[in-house]
């Protein structure tokens, strides 16, 4: 048994509910931990209660101890009955709690159970850890229930006859349960299941009051893998903790910029430059470099070549907490010399240190003189700033921190690849060129020979070709083609008129070269100019000829081209982009919020490399939301790292989606410049979150690997979008989705997923040049550039969606043919009654089907998700992929397989494409039949259609239509007994209409 005990002390309430009909309230207080409630005494006739009562829960499982939750509820007791009104409630999640030393009473505003309670007032705790051996878990002490008597009960077992009745309710009536909240919390599978507490249960409980006892729940069976599901917590940020979506404040904290992070003390020091250096070595000079040591934390600036006046200006940061001395030594030193690189020393005693807060202007540096090992002041100098600050620190983007520290050696690529980065993908442009004709196409070699020309367009790596022209000295084409190009325009649109002479031949004949600057820009579907344009012969320029006679008889190619401004240039999946925007920046529409993340910190990563003969991960974190890109300072040998660095980004539309990707740097393992590791993704869409509240959640990294799903860690993220206008946010789901050009002139899927490619190329080439680049492999993994490759796993998966929307039709359809079968009478008698209501008022049709619809979705409000969703394992059918179908999925384009497994996955591929093949053709031959009735293809059947129809307009003529519903309904829901055993004879007519499968070869 674990000696770690929960300390839980209930101080005090005020403000609460006046629940009883004397205008006031009687509360205590019940809490829960770890499958064991207590409960305070009864304070009679006091909103603003105060009680200073401590419970010690015993911790069962301390490695979970971060997942449980305790839960405190508040409620009135009232004299004569056995109701017990409902104040409020409050949730303190494990991530939130303390040592016994650092624990501080806190007011936690009082929740509400659903949207129909009512709570209000705030419940004071002090929660924290304590090993203490002398404290023992505290006991079942009955509490008087009234504050005037008490019997003591020593018979329990009805109250938990009845929580096991309710519980078995539950578990026989599943679709029927409502999940209220955890009692034991969810572990791995290999540990406890989950258990649940049914929302009927609760009720029960809330009828018969207990004394404070601890009582074990048994839930109806097992819940979700803790392992794969996102946990809500609630930690202390910068604006003060966060509890049920909202910044609890402080009375004494102030507001700054990052309130969605955990403030992080560091001590700066920022190494500006030195003078009067003396010379050391043979040469006269100094090979000059700055070490920065406290404690065992040491920061090394680059070394300069032969310079007496060295100027470096690096900035170190040094965590607080991790602080192992209170004296801070900066030494300068020589890299070239050999016996005693000693050069002097300034230190600081940390205490003395002043502290900086933003807005506040940036410290200036002051010229400090260095001393020698005997305490003796030399005529060198050294510039230094040295203070205390946060992550809201302008150096703090620049700075080397402690835990990014690996060598002596801290180079500028060292230093470049630690640091947090902004980026921002380049704009990109659709460009269209169409290709027309050309003139006087002759060919050198043979100018009687009658060319086969080509046209090959090409922009930087993306090139394409028209088709080979029938025979002619003035060939033409007409073909239209696009390519995607990004600003600043650093290529050129290169034209080149080609002659196929031969199957494997092709002889240029001249080429144009055109400025991407100088082509005209659109941002609608109006027509563009073409223009002609002179083509360059490399062959005639060698030759010494007039230039004006050359450029008079030139061949003369015919082309329009546009830059389009109208559409969105797809970089990513178009099931979660990111930005919708056109390119044309005078097209965008005003913002509609702000979206803020907060990166706080990571836990049990998966070690990805081996350092000092121990596994470890050297992790960054990156961002991506529209035009910008973000990337956290990389944690050096650590598993749990944190980050602690909040961003913000405009949001223009709420249908879009932000993505974090956790990496293992690559350029610090051995060997060097390696690729980084893919440690797992979150995906976050905006319109699932609720505007102004603040999202603190532990998110699971899940990965899916060649041999099996693999959950890498936990990202804790703080999220919160806020809208600045509402009326555009309600108004922005009217308006289409993409930019207007996308309707007017379509792209073709394609189309679309080709020039998708071409974009992320770019983008790749444009990031990789940045310092430190965004590599090739974090780019892909952040768009999802590899999701259009086939994959058994996701068809699987995509098809289990696909029956699964439509189970609920299915149902319906199913629960009808119940009502036909009359297998319930009741049931049956209900639906013609309130069928024939419909038919004889139908004015009333459609009132009540949508009081249904907005019947059910008031309903479903009980159960909306409190958090955004995230990766789903048993969606994504990731849980139960065999080895094979993951082998085949990791497989590279185009495979390098051995023949005969190629051949088993073709021969499976067949198989299920098969199936695929029959179904698709099932429903065209439906939809064929349908069209059949009226073709005459079937001459008799068209025959027989059309006089029915002219019967029965006939008879309709004559009879009431409610008359001809109610008949047709009736007929349709007639008792078995009424009814043949062979199909009707509308279907046999049906099903013997011809398709145009007998058409198929």
């Given at each position: 048994?674990?000696?770690?005990?929960?300390?839980?002390?209930?101080?005090?309430?005020?403000?609460?509910?006046?629940?009883?009909?004397?205008?006031?309230?009687?509360?205590?207080?019940?809490?829960?931990?770890?499958?064991?409630?207590?409960?305070?005494?009864?304070?009679?006739?006091?909103?603003?209660?105060?009680?200073?009562?401590?419970?010690?829960?015993?911790?069962?499982?301390?490695?979970?101890?971060?997942?449980?939750?305790?839960?405190?509820?508040?409620?009135?007791?009232?004299?004569?009955?056995?109701?017990?009104?409902?104040?409020?409630?409050?949730?303190?999640?494990?991530?939130?709690?303390?040592?016994?030393?650092?624990?501080?009473?806190?007011?936690?505003?009082?929740?509400?159970?659903?949207?129909?309670?009512?709570?209000?007032?705030?419940?004071?705790?002090?929660?924290?850890?304590?090993?203490?051996?002398?404290?023992?878990?505290?006991?079942?002490?009955?509490?008087?229930?009234?504050?005037?008597?008490?019997?003591?009960?020593?018979?329990?077992?009805?109250?938990?006859?009845?929580?096991?009745?309710?519980?078995?309710?539950?578990?026989?009536?599943?679709?029927?349960?409502?999940?209220?909240?955890?009692?034991?919390?969810?572990?791995?599978?290999?540990?406890?299941?989950?258990?649940?507490?049914?929302?009927?249960?609760?009720?029960?409980?809330?009828?018969?009051?207990?004394?404070?006892?601890?009582?074990?729940?048994?839930?109806?069976?097992?819940?979700?893998?803790?392992?794969?599901?996102?946990?809500?917590?609630?930690?202390?940020?910068?604006?003060?903790?966060?509890?049920?979506?909202?910044?609890?404040?402080?009375?004494?904290?102030?507001?700054?910029?990052?309130?969605?992070?955990?403030?992080?003390?560091?001590?700066?020091?920022?190494?500006?430059?030195?003078?009067?250096?003396?010379?050391?070595?043979?040469?006269?000079?100094?090979?000059?470099?700055?070490?920065?040591?406290?404690?065992?934390?040491?920061?090394?600036?680059?070394?300069?070549?032969?310079?007496?006046?060295?100027?470096?200006?690096?900035?170190?940061?040094?965590?607080?907490?991790?602080?192992?001395?209170?004296?801070?030594?900066?030494?300068?030193?020589?890299?070239?010399?050999?016996?005693?690189?000693?050069?002097?020393?300034?230190?600081?005693?940390?205490?003395?240190?002043?502290?900086?807060?933003?807005?506040?202007?940036?410290?200036?540096?002051?010229?400090?003189?260095?001393?020698?090992?005997?305490?003796?002041?030399?005529?060198?100098?050294?510039?230094?700033?040295?203070?205390?600050?946060?992550?809201?620190?302008?150096?703090?983007?620049?700075?080397?921190?402690?835990?990014?520290?690996?060598?002596?050696?801290?180079?500028?690529?060292?230093?470049?690849?630690?640091?947090?980065?902004?980026?921002?993908?380049?704009?990109?442009?659709?460009?269209?060129?169409?290709?027309?004709?050309?003139?006087?196409?002759?060919?050198?070699?043979?100018?009687?020979?009658?060319?086969?020309?080509?046209?090959?367009?090409?922009?930087?790596?993306?090139?394409?070709?028209?088709?080979?022209?029938?025979?002619?000295?003035?060939?033409?084409?007409?073909?239209?083609?696009?390519?995607?190009?990004?600003?600043?325009?650093?290529?050129?649109?290169?034209?080149?008129?080609?002659?196929?002479?031969?199957?494997?031949?092709?002889?240029?004949?001249?080429?144009?070269?055109?400025?991407?600057?100088?082509?005209?820009?659109?941002?609608?579907?109006?027509?563009?100019?073409?223009?002609?344009?002179?083509?360059?012969?490399?062959?005639?320029?060698?030759?010494?000829?007039?230039?004006?006679?050359?450029?008079?008889?030139?061949?003369?190619?015919?082309?329009?081209?546009?830059?389009?401004?109208?559409?969105?240039?797809?970089?990513?999946?178009?099931?979660?982009?990111?930005?919708?925007?056109?390119?044309?920046?005078?097209?965008?529409?005003?913002?509609?919020?702000?979206?803020?993340?907060?990166?706080?910190?990571?836990?049990?990563?998966?070690?990805?490399?081996?350092?000092?003969?121990?596994?470890?991960?050297?992790?960054?974190?990156?961002?991506?939301?529209?035009?910008?890109?973000?990337?956290?300072?990389?944690?050096?040998?650590?598993?749990?790292?944190?980050?602690?660095?909040?961003?913000?980004?405009?949001?223009?539309?709420?249908?879009?989606?932000?993505?974090?990707?956790?990496?293992?740097?690559?350029?610090?393992?051995?060997?060097?410049?390696?690729?980084?590791?893919?440690?797992?993704?979150?995906?976050?869409?905006?319109?699932?979150?609720?505007?102004?509240?603040?999202?603190?959640?532990?998110?699971?990294?899940?990965?899916?690997?060649?041999?099996?799903?693999?959950?890498?860690?936990?990202?804790?993220?703080?999220?919160?979008?806020?809208?600045?206008?509402?009326?555009?946010?309600?108004?922005?789901?009217?308006?289409?989705?993409?930019?207007?050009?996308?309707?007017?002139?379509?792209?073709?899927?394609?189309?679309?997923?080709?020039?998708?490619?071409?974009?992320?190329?770019?983008?790749?080439?444009?990031?990789?040049?940045?310092?430190?680049?965004?590599?090739?492999?974090?780019?892909?993994?952040?768009?999802?550039?590899?999701?259009?490759?086939?994959?058994?796993?996701?068809?699987?998966?995509?098809?289990?969606?696909?029956?699964?929307?439509?189970?609920?039709?299915?149902?319906?359809?199913?629960?009808?043919?119940?009502?036909?079968s009359w297998r319930t009478p009741v049931t049956t008698a209900l639906v013609h009654?309130?069928?024939?209501?419909?038919?004889?008022?139908?004015?009333?049709?459609?009132?009540?089907?949508?009081?249904?619809?907005?019947?059910?979705?008031?309903?479903?409000?009980?159960?909306?998700?409190?958090?955004?969703?995230?990766?789903?394992?048993?969606?994504?059918?990731?849980?139960?992929?065999?080895?094979?179908?993951?082998?085949?999925?990791?497989?590279?384009?185009?495979?390098?397989?051995?023949?005969?497994?190629?051949?088993?996955?073709?021969?499976?591929?067949?198989?299920?494409?098969?199936?695929?093949?029959?179904?698709?053709g099932d429903i065209a031959a439906q939809g064929e039949r349908v069209q059949a009735?009226?073709?005459?293809?079937?001459?008799?059947?068209?025959?027989?259609?059309?006089?029915?129809?002219?019967?029965?307009?006939?008879?309709?003529?004559?009879?009431?239509?409610?008359?001809?519903?109610?008949?047709?309904?009736?007929?349709?829901?007639?008792?078995?007994?009424?009814?043949?055993?062979?199909?009707?004879?509308?279907?046999?007519?049906?099903?013997?209409?011809?398709?145009?499968?007998?058409?198929?070869?």
């Amino acid at each position: 048994m674990s000696n770690i005990k929960l300390g839980v002390e209930v101080i005090s309430a005020h403000g609460l509910f006046n629940a009883d009909k004397q205008n006031s309230c009687s509360p205590f207080v019940e809490l829960k931990f770890d499958n064991q409630i207590f409960r305070t005494t009864t304070k009679p006739n006091d909103p603003n209660p105060v009680w200073h009562e401590s419970f010690y829960f015993a911790v069962s499982d301390p490695s979970f101890l971060s997942t449980r939750t305790l839960e405190a509820h508040v409620y009135s007791y009232q004299d004569g009955t056995d109701a017990k009104p409902f104040l409020g409630k409050v949730r303190v999640n494990g991530t939130s709690f303390v040592p016994r030393s650092e624990a501080a009473p806190f007011n936690y505003p009082l929740e509400k159970r659903s949207v129909f309670s009512r709570a209000r007032g705030e419940l004071g705790l002090r929660v924290f850890i304590t090993e203490d051996p002398s404290i023992t878990p505290s006991l079942p002490t009955p509490v008087p229930e009234s504050p005037r008597s008490y019997i003591p009960s020593p018979r329990q077992e009805p109250v938990k006859s009845i929580i096991t009745a309710a519980a078995n309710m539950v578990a026989a009536d599943k679709p029927k349960a409502r999940t209220l909240y955890n009692v034991t919390p969810s572990v791995n599978q290999q540990q406890q299941p989950t258990t649940t507490m049914n929302y009927g249960m609760q009720e029960m409980r809330d009828a018969a009051p207990m004394p404070p006892r601890v009582v074990q729940y048994n839930g109806p069976g097992p819940g979700p893998s803790s392992d794969f599901t996102v946990k809500e917590t609630s930690p202390f940020l910068g604006g003060g903790r966060i509890i049920g979506g909202r910044i609890v404040r402080g009375t004494q904290r102030p507001v700054g910029t990052y309130d969605l992070v955990e403030e992080m003390r560091f001590l700066f020091v920022r190494d500006v430059k030195a003078r009067d250096l003396p010379d050391r070595d043979l040469t006269g000079s100094l090979d000059p470099y700055v070490e920065v040591k406290i404690g065992n934390f040491k920061g090394v600036t680059r070394h300069l070549d032969k310079n007496s006046d060295p100027e470096w200006n690096q900035v170190f940061a040094f965590a607080k907490e991790n602080l192992q001395s209170n004296v801070l030594e900066i030494v300068v030193k020589d890299k070239d010399l050999v016996l005693d690189d000693y050069v002097g020393t300034v230190r600081f005693d940390l205490h003395e240190v002043r502290s900086r807060v933003p807005p506040d202007s940036p410290l200036a540096p002051e010229w400090y003189r260095l001393e020698n090992k005997r305490g003796e002041k030399k005529k060198a100098e050294i510039m230094l700033a040295v203070w205390e600050g946060t992550q809201a620190d302008e150096a703090f983007g620049d700075a080397v921190f402690s835990d990014s520290l690996t060598s002596s050696d801290s180079s500028d690529i060292i230093s470049a690849n630690l640091r947090s980065k902004v980026y921002h993908s380049p704009r990109l442009w659709y460009l269209r060129v169409r290709i027309i004709e050309a003139q006087d196409v002759i060919i050198v070699s043979d100018k009687s020979r009658l060319p086969e020309a080509f046209v090959r367009i090409q922009i930087g790596n993306q090139m394409l070709k028209t088709k080979v022209s029938q025979r002619s000295f003035h060939p033409r084409w007409d073909q239209e083609f696009m390519f995607v190009v990004a600003e600043p325009f650093e290529e050129h649109l290169v034209l080149s008129v080609e002659d196929h002479s031969a199957a494997n031949r092709d002889e240029p004949v001249g080429k144009a070269v055109i400025p991407l600057s100088a082509i005209e820009r659109r941002t609608d579907d109006r027509a563009f100019h073409s223009r002609w344009f002179h083509l360059e012969d490399s062959i005639s320029d060698a030759m010494d000829e007039d230039k004006a006679k050359r450029a008079k008889f030139a061949t003369r190619l015919h082309v329009a081209a546009v830059l389009e401004g109208g559409y969105h240039v797809f970089d990513e999946s178009t099931y979660y982009s990111s930005d919708l925007r056109p390119t044309a920046r005078p097209l965008w529409k005003q913002a509609i919020g702000v979206l803020e993340l907060g990166i706080l910190n990571a836990n049990g990563l998966h070690p990805v490399k081996n350092r000092d003969g121990k596994g470890t991960s050297d992790t960054y974190v990156v961002a991506k939301y529209g035009h910008k890109w973000v990337r956290s300072r990389t944690v050096i040998n650590s598993l749990s790292p944190k980050y602690n660095e909040q961003y913000t980004w405009e949001v223009f539309d709420p249908a879009t989606v932000l993505t974090i990707c956790v990496f293992d740097n690559g350029h610090f393992a051995a060997g060097g410049n390696n690729r980084d590791q893919t440690i797992g993704k979150v995906r976050i869409r905006l319109s699932t979150l609720q505007t102004g509240r603040v999202y603190t959640n532990a998110y699971p990294l899940l990965v899916l690997t060649p041999s099996g799903l693999k959950k890498r860690g936990e990202l804790h993220l703080a999220v919160r979008f806020t809208c600045t206008s509402v009326s555009n946010t309600l108004m922005k789901y009217t308006k289409p989705l993409l930019p207007k050009m996308h309707y007017t002139q379509p792209l073709s899927v394609n189309l679309q997923e080709m020039l998708r490619a071409q974009a992320l190329n770019i983008i790749v080439a444009r990031l990789g040049r940045s310092e430190p680049p965004l590599r090739r492999e974090v780019v892909e993994y952040m768009t999802d550039a590899k999701t259009h490759l086939f994959s058994m796993r996701r068809s699987k998966a995509n098809f289990f969606r696909f029956t699964a929307v439509f189970s609920g039709v299915m149902s319906v359809w199913k629960w009808m043919g119940e009502v036909c079968s009359w297998r319930t009478p009741v049931t049956t008698a209900l639906v013609h009654v309130l069928y024939t209501m419909l038919v004889m008022f139908p004015e009333m049709i459609l009132p009540t089907v949508f009081l249904y619809m907005a019947v059910i979705g008031f309903w479903n409000y009980r159960s909306k998700p409190r958090f955004p969703p995230h990766m789903d394992t048993k969606l994504s059918y990731a849980e139960s992929v065999n080895a094979d179908e993951l082998d085949e999925e990791f497989d590279i384009f185009p495979t390098i397989k051995a023949p005969d497994i190629v051949k088993m996955r073709y021969d499976r591929l067949r198989i299920v494409a098969g199936k695929i093949q029959t179904v698709v053709g099932d429903i065209a031959a439906q939809g064929e039949r349908v069209q059949a009735l009226l073709s005459w293809r079937d001459p008799r059947a068209t025959a027989i259609f059309v006089t029915f129809c002219f019967i029965v307009a006939m008879v309709l003529y004559i009879t009431p239509f409610k008359l001809f519903a109610l008949l047709s309904g009736y007929y349709f829901m007639r008792h078995p007994k009424l009814r043949h055993r062979i199909p009707s004879a509308p279907l046999n007519f049906f099903r013997r209409l011809p398709a145009m499968t007998d058409s198929m070869l």
